[in-house]
């Protein structure tokens, strides 16, 4: 017999009590016993904590959970159970110093857990009353409910039969063609969020926003939203145990099937809350590498999105709790898969090590892509930005391209370029790039840098802003985090605001234009598409410097980095050197100017 629970500051007498209950034998068909009814209410008052047992068809305790003075851990076990058929195991717990009246939360547990019945007896100065409650069934609706039963006396309780309370709804469950719809059916979804009050950080309210957004976006139904203000975070908890209590009653009372963090929570927190909430946790992490599992479509992006999960996954394989058998799919199951992972850590440690030399060739074939590009003359173009400011949108505006564009996050993943062709006729290639977002998880931008960087690397970067959004700041200070992060030169930024038929007054947006040149536009209508076509224009032709070179022979990477970054319009070998002319991006100038053929200097430059 396992006993679950709060059962910290416990005398061992008492433990020891209620370990000799696993001794008291309940005979079939009997419901239970007056012995164990009466030593049930006697350590009751002895914990004044609710304390339940779970009872199988031969009258054997199964397992014990302690709870508070108003709640116990319902849900802390998981039973094996068809979908045409009961747990096999009752439910029967006091109440201390009140009725025995079944709470929301009894009765949402009976139906998760599929129980042959729920009990609870009310416990004041001795036995006090007892209300119990079966499942129903309704094959037509293919729907659960319940049937309750009470006050009963003592006398009542002991006459009550097992059998007979459960025959029927057995009879319809067998009967029926009922099939576990896990799958099918949304996950319910509570988001938590905590605010400590960091000025500097988004508000709590407008993150959970963003994350009931991303839980849309992943499949799951929102059902609830909880913040909690606290100074620091509760190394065990996350949100400290009196708010674990809190989560417990509503998770269990509104049936909810998955409870989300905003920020991200350590192996040991996401453990103990799954024991303790008896559902599965995740945080924000987790949910937006399910989210890019689901959304990765090449090869590439697959790669690249299982080696984030695999990083994500390997410190968190030791216990999850209720989850750690998750076969019944949902959020954070798509991907590699856990109970794969589960079997051999070692083997995990061996894929992540093969998947990142796979990633590896990835950023070696996209430099080989990168170095035809350039030599084509060609200059590249990358949008960058807060996820759904409409990127693709505008992709497809400017090339007429159908990428996949929705009022969605991450509708898109995996970058796609196209070319367009300017007002002055000359012809410019336009990528796409994954969208960007607060708390981006570290071992996704590590796993998209191959991605990436072949774009960010481009002579310019459109970063595209939503400006109906009001948090447009905020957003635009996320990205460029992140893009500092990658090692991009943020010189090259034209702010284009999107979705200003949206927006009524455009005075806020005058701050960036000390940052780079802006851009206001409609992707959606098309408005001032063609004003940002001359921006692009006029940007890249003052971003782009016409020089004349002479290399020394033995400066190979000079001469390499002409080639792979500008555009050579002419290469002739003199004795004194290699010489060439053409066009170079003017931030990578100055690794060209003492080599000038106009130098001051006269001749090459000495290291």
Same mark, same amino acid.
């Given at each position: 017999?396992?006993?679950?629970?709060?059962?910290?500051?416990?005398?061992?007498?008492?433990?020891?009590?209620?370990?000799?209950?696993?001794?008291?034998?309940?005979?079939?068909?009997?419901?239970?016993?007056?012995?164990?009814?009466?030593?049930?209410?006697?350590?009751?008052?002895?914990?004044?904590?609710?304390?339940?047992?779970?009872?199988?068809?031969?009258?054997?305790?199964?397992?014990?959970?302690?709870?508070?003075?108003?709640?116990?851990?319902?849900?802390?076990?998981?039973?094996?159970?068809?979908?045409?058929?009961?747990?096999?195991?009752?439910?029967?717990?006091?109440?201390?110093?009140?009725?025995?009246?079944?709470?929301?939360?009894?009765?949402?547990?009976?139906?998760?857990?599929?129980?042959?019945?729920?009990?609870?007896?009310?416990?004041?100065?001795?036995?006090?009353?007892?209300?119990?409650?079966?499942?129903?069934?309704?094959?037509?609706?293919?729907?659960?409910?319940?049937?309750?039963?009470?006050?009963?006396?003592?006398?009542?309780?002991?006459?009550?039969?097992?059998?007979?309370?459960?025959?029927?709804?057995?009879?319809?469950?067998?009967?029926?063609?009922?099939?576990?719809?896990?799958?099918?059916?949304?996950?319910?979804?509570?988001?938590?969020?905590?605010?400590?009050?960091?000025?500097?950080?988004?508000?709590?309210?407008?993150?959970?926003?963003?994350?009931?957004?991303?839980?849309?976006?992943?499949?799951?139904?929102?059902?609830?939203?909880?913040?909690?203000?606290?100074?620091?975070?509760?190394?065990?908890?996350?949100?400290?145990?009196?708010?674990?209590?809190?989560?417990? $009653?509503?998770?269990?009372?509104? %049936? &909810?099937?998955?409870? @989300?963090? +905003?920020? #991200?929570?350590?192996?040991? =927190?996401?453990? /103990?809350?799954?024991?303790?909430?008896?559902?599965?946790?995740?945080?924000?992490?987790?949910?937006?590498?399910?989210?890019?599992?689901?959304?990765?479509?090449?090869?590439?992006?697959?790669?690249?999105?299982?080696?984030?999960?695999?990083?994500?996954?390997?410190?968190?394989?030791?216990?999850?709790?209720?989850?750690?058998?998750?076969?019944?799919?949902?959020?954070?199951?798509?991907?590699?898969?856990?109970?794969? $992972?589960?079997?051999?850590?070692? %083997? &995990?440690?061996?894929? @992540?090590? +093969?998947? #990142?030399?796979?990633?590896? =060739?990835?950023? /070696?074939?996209?430099?080989?892509?990168?170095?035809?590009?350039?030599?084509?003359?060609?200059?590249?173009?990358?949008?960058?930005?807060?996820?759904?400011?409409?990127?693709?949108?505008?992709?497809?505006?400017?090339?007429?391209?159908?990428?996949?564009?929705?009022?969605?996050?991450?509708?898109?993943?995996?970058?796609?370029?196209?070319?367009?062709?300017?007002?002055?006729?000359?012809?410019?290639?336009?990528?796409?790039?994954?969208?960007?977002?607060?708390?981006?998880?570290?071992?996704?931008?590590?796993?998209?840098?191959?991605?990436?960087?072949?774009?960010?690397?481009?002579?310019?970067?459109?970063?595209?802003?939503?400006?109906?959004?009001?948090?447009?700041?905020?957003?635009?200070?996320?990205?460029?985090?992140?893009?500092?992060?990658?090692?991009?030169?943020?010189?090259?930024?034209?702010?284009?605001?999107?979705?200003?038929?949206?927006?009524?007054?455009?005075?806020?947006?005058?701050?960036?234009?000390?940052?780079?040149?802006?851009?206001?536009?409609?992707?959606?209508?098309?408005?001032?598409?063609?004003?940002?076509?001359?921006?692009?224009?006029?940007?890249?032709?003052?971003?782009?410097?016409?020089?004349?070179?002479?290399?020394?022979?033995?400066?190979?990477?000079?001469?390499?980095?002409?080639?792979?970054?500008?555009?050579?319009?002419?290469?002739?070998?003199?004795?004194?050197?290699?010489?060439?002319?053409?066009?170079?991006?003017?931030?990578?100038?100055?690794?060209?100017?003492?080599?000038?053929?106009?130098?001051?200097?006269?001749?090459?430059?000495?290291?």
């Amino acid at each position: 017999m396992t006993i679950y629970g709060n059962i910290e500051g416990v005398k061992k007498q008492i433990l020891q009590e209620i370990e000799n209950l696993e001794d008291l034998i309940t005979p079939p068909p009997m419901v239970v016993t007056a012995e164990l009814v009466e030593k049930r209410v006697n350590l009751t008052e002895k914990l004044q904590k609710e304390l339940a047992i779970y009872i199988d068809r031969k009258g054997r305790i199964q397992y014990v959970a302690v709870g508070s003075s108003r709640s116990v851990s319902l849900e802390a076990m998981s039973f094996r159970r068809g979908a045409n058929a009961l747990s096999g195991l009752r439910c029967i717990h006091t109440h201390p110093n009140s009725s025995g009246q079944l709470s929301q939360v009894d009765l949402a547990s009976l139906e998760k857990l599929k129980l042959d019945l729920m009990m609870a007896i009310g416990v004041s100065n001795g036995y006090l009353d007892t209300y119990f409650a079966i499942l129903d069934y309704n094959p037509i609706e293919n729907v659960y409910g319940y049937q309750a039963f009470g006050p009963l006396s003592l006398g009542q309780l002991l006459g009550l039969k097992i059998d007979d309370i459960i025959a029927p709804i057995e009879k319809k469950l067998s009967g029926s063609h009922l099939h576990s719809n896990n799958d099918a059916k949304p996950e319910s979804a509570l988001l938590v969020g905590v605010d400590f009050q960091d000025k500097f950080a988004w508000p709590v309210e407008e993150s959970l926003k963003e994350l009931e957004e991303l839980t849309l976006t992943a499949g799951a139904v929102p059902a609830g939203q909880v913040i909690q203000k606290r100074q620091k975070k509760d190394p065990k908890t996350y949100i400290g145990m009196g708010k674990v209590e809190d989560l417990a $009653l509503y998770v269990q009372g509104n %049936r &909810i099937d998955i409870v @989300i963090f +905003d920020d #991200e929570l350590s192996p040991s =927190q996401q453990r /103990n809350l799954e024991l303790l909430l008896g559902v599965k946790v995740i945080d924000r992490t987790g949910l937006i590498l399910d989210i890019f599992a689901q959304r990765a479509i090449s090869r590439e992006g697959k790669l690249q999105v299982e080696l984030a999960q695999l990083k994500y996954l390997l410190p968190r394989l030791i216990g999850f709790g209720q989850s750690m058998s998750r076969l019944g799919g949902g959020i954070g199951t798509r991907g590699p898969g856990e109970t794969k $992972l589960e079997q051999d850590r070692r %083997r &995990i440690r061996q894929r @992540i090590s +093969d998947l #990142e030399k796979e990633v590896a =060739q990835v950023k /070696n074939h996209r430099v080989l892509i990168k170095q035809k590009r350039h030599k084509s003359g060609i200059p590249q173009v990358a949008i960058v930005g807060y996820t759904n400011a409409g990127k693709s949108t505008l992709l497809n505006q400017l090339t007429g391209s159908e990428v996949l564009a929705e009022d969605m996050l991450f509708a898109t993943l995996d970058p796609t370029t196209r070319k367009i062709i300017l007002p002055n006729k000359s012809e410019v290639l336009l990528t796409d790039t994954v969208g960007f977002i607060q708390k981006l998880p570290h071992n996704l931008i590590a796993a998209f840098k191959a991605t990436l960087e072949e774009s960010l690397h481009a002579e310019l970067l459109l970063l595209m802003v939503d400006g109906s959004h009001s948090l447009w700041d905020k957003q635009i200070e996320t990205v460029e985090k992140v893009l500092s992060s990658l090692g991009v030169d943020t010189s090259r930024l034209v702010y284009v605001i999107n979705k200003i038929d949206k927006v009524t007054d455009l005075t806020p947006f005058q701050c960036l234009q000390g940052k780079g040149a802006v851009a206001y536009i409609s992707a959606s209508e098309g408005y001032g598409l063609d004003n940002l076509l001359l921006l692009i224009e006029a940007t890249i032709i003052n971003r782009r410097q016409s020089i004349e070179i002479l290399v020394p022979y033995n400066k190979g990477d000079i001469v390499n980095l002409f080639h792979i970054e500008g555009k050579v319009y002419e290469e002739a070998y003199l004795p004194e050197g290699i010489k060439l002319r053409g066009e170079i991006p003017i931030q990578l100038l100055h690794q060209f100017e003492c080599y000038l053929i106009d130098h001051s200097a006269g001749g090459p430059c000495d290291e």
